[in-house]
């Protein structure tokens, strides 16, 4: 798929990684930022959509209602990837092994995750980078 293929030149492991799980779990973009360790099923290779994220609040998903997305098993085992760094980071920073938030921006002051307009610029980044579709051969 080109948009991740750009995506990789583009943006960091973390914002690929954000953008994978809207592109192949179908999440949206406040409940991708949103995504907690706890919900996050590896066993049944699924995520328990409960909230989203914007603007520093977080808050029930559209219309209010939580779901259960399946995950395809490659977007599990990059999850998995994405915990254990944040594992380690919250070591080497003293915060124990403890993960809660799988998407936490590393310039933001305080466990926040990427905020939409960081991950729409980049999708906007991408997009360019990957130039007009109708000129790509299928």
């Not at 991740?4 to 690929?16: D, F, H, K, R």
Request: hydrophobic share 40%; with cysteine; net charge positive.
């Amino acid at each position: 798929m080109l948009f991740i293929e750009q995506s990789q030149l583009i943006c960091s492991w973390t914002e690929q990684l954000i953008l994978k799980v809207m592109v192949y779990a179908g999440l949206r973009l406040g409940e991708a930022l949103a995504m907690r360790f706890s919900f996050l099923d590896v066993d049944k290779m699924a995520y328990h959509v409960t909230e989203s994220y914007k603007l520093k609040s977080f808050r029930k998903p559209k219309f209010g209602k939580t779901r259960i997305e399946d995950l395809p098993a490659y977007l599990v085992d990059e999850l998995r990837a994405n915990v254990r760094h944040l594992q380690k980071e919250n070591l080497k920073q003293g915060r124990g092994g403890v993960v809660d938030l799988l998407f936490v921006d590393p310039k933001e002051n305080g466990p926040w995750p990427y905020s939409q307009r960081k991950v729409q610029g980049l999708t906007k980044k991408v997009c360019k980078a990957a130039g007009p579709w109708d000129q790509k051969s299928p």
